[in-house]
C-alpha cells in the first residue's frame, strides 16, 4: 500500500511536467512576467489543493494513511506540517532565484532557452533531494541526536549567510564544469535548446548543458541547507517530500516572474537569516522544549511579513524622498520594529545556544564549540556580548601562549638534561692528562 501511495504521486508529477515541456512548452519563447504569474499561481493551487487531500487522508485514513501507512498523524496535524514545510522550503527557494539569475547572466543565455534548463535542472533537483530527504529520514530515526547536528548546521548557515551580502558565483572554478570540459569538447556558441553536439565527428557539449551543470551543483548546495530545515517541522518522509517537490516544482515560474525584481527586496534575505536560525533553535530543543508547528508557522511567516514591508517601504522611499512627513513616519516605524524583531531574535537564538552549551557543560557534549556559536549570535547586535567574545578569545590566546611557552621550556629543559647526560658518558671515556681512563680499572 506505501508503495502504491508513493508511486501514485511521483506518476502525478512526472505527468506534470510531460504536461509542461512537452505540450504547453513545447515551442521555445521568452516567458513574459503575466504568463510566469499565471503558472505560479496554478502551481500554489495545486498545492493548496494537496495540502486539503492530505488533511482528508490523514483524518479519515485513505488507503491506511495516517494508521499504518506514511505516519501517525491526524488530518489536522498533516495539513499544518506540510503547509508549514511549503512555506519554509518556498521562502529559502528565494535566495535561489539570484544566484540563477547571475548564472544565466554570466554565460548570457538567450530567453528562450532559460525555461528548458530550468525544466531539467529542477527534474535532477527532485531526484537529488529525494535521495538526501531518504538518507535524512533514515538518520533521524536511528540517531536521534543527529537532530542536534542539523540544528547547528542551520545556525552555522544563517551566520554565515548575514556575514555574506551578496552571493559570488563563478562557473569556471566549479568542479563539474572543470570535469566536463576536460571529458568533452565544448561548442563554441548555443545550438538552439541542444545540450549535446558533435565537433568533427566526435561528441561535445554545448554552453546550455554547463549552464545545467552549475545550475544541478548549487541546487545541491541549497538542498544541503533546507532539507534539515523541513526536518524541524516533521520527520515523516511523505511529508516532507512532497511540501519540497511542490515548492521547487514553483520555482521556475516564479524566477520569471521575480527575476528582475527581487533585488528591490533588499530585507528579504534578512529575514531568511532569521527564518534558519529559528529553525536550527527549533531543532535543537526538540526533544527538551518542543515547539508547536502552528507557533512555528506564525513566527517564520512574521519574519518574512516584516521583511517584505520593509523593502517595500525602503524601495518607495528610495524613489521619493520628499513623499511626506506620512511616509517618513511609517518608514521610521517599520525600520524601529525591524530592529527591534532582529535584536528579539538575536536575543532568543543566542541565549537558547547558550543555555544548550551550558547543558552540554554537564552532559556529554561539544560544550566549547556550542557556547562561542551562542556568543558569536548575540555579537552581531549586542555590545556586552562582543566585549565578552574578545575577552573569551584574549583569555584564550593567552592560555595557547602560556601552553606553548611551557611545552617549549620543558622541551629545552629534556634537550638540555639530554646534552648534560651525554656530555657525563663522554667524560667518563675520556683519558686523563696522564692518559690513563678515567674509568676504574677490574680488579
Known sequence: MTFLIWAAFIAFILAML?????????RDHVIGIRESLIWTG???????????????????????IGTTVAGHLSGSDAALKFFTGYVIEKSLSLDNIFVIAVIFAYFGVPGEYQHRVLYWGILGALVMRGAMIGAGTALIHAL??????????????????????????DPDRNPFV?????????????????????????RAITPLFLVLLVIESTDLLFAVDSIPAIFAITDNAFIVFTSNVFAILGLRSLY??????????????????????????????????????????????GMLAIGITASIVANRRARDPENGNLGADVQRVV????????????????????????????LPGPALI??????????TEFVWARRLLRRIKSEAGSLAEKVGVRKSTDRKSGEQGSSTFSKRSKDKDLPDSTGSSTQPSPP
Do not use: C
Not at 178 to 195: C, I, M, N, T
Not at 271 to 279: A, N
Not at 370 to 379: D, E, K, M, R, T
Open 144 to 169: 536521534t541526536w543527529i537532530t542536534y547536528v542539523f540544528g547547528a548546521m542551520l545556525i552555522v548557515t544563517a551566520i554565515r549567510m548575514y556575514f555574506s551580502k551578496d552571493k559570488h558565483v
Open 256 to 301: 520569471f516572474a521575480l527575476a528582475g525584481i527581487i533585488r528591490k527586496f533588499r530585507y528579504l534575505r534578512t529575514s531568511l537569516v532569521f527564518v534558519l536560525g529559528f529553525v536550527g533553535v527549533k531543532m535543537l530543543l526538540a526533544h527538551y522544549y518542543p515547539i508547536p508547528t502552528g507557533v512555528s508557522l506564525a513566527v517564520i511567516a
Open 18 to 26: 510531460a504536461l509542461d515541456l512537452g505540450v504547453l512548452q513545447r
Open 370 to 379: 556550542v557556547l562561542p556559536i551562542g556568543l558569536a549570535i548575540l555579537a
Open 335 to 362: 525600520q524601529a520594529t525591524w530592529k527591534q524583531a532582529r535584536r528579539i531574535v538575536v536575543l532568543v537564538v543566542g541565549m537558547t545556544v547558550l543555555a544548550v552549551g551550558a547543558a552540554l557543560l554537564i
Open 42 to 64: 496554478i502551481w500554489v493551487a495545486l498545492s493548496l489543493l494537496f495540502n486539503a487531500g492530505v488533511y482528508f487522508a490523514y483524518e479519515h485514513h485513505w488507503l491506511g
Open 178 to 202: 572543470r570535469a566536463a570540459r576536460s571529458l568533452y569538447p565544448v561548442s563554441g556558441d548555443f545550438e538552439g535548446h541542444r545540450f549535446f553536439t558533435r565537433i568533427d565527428g566526435a
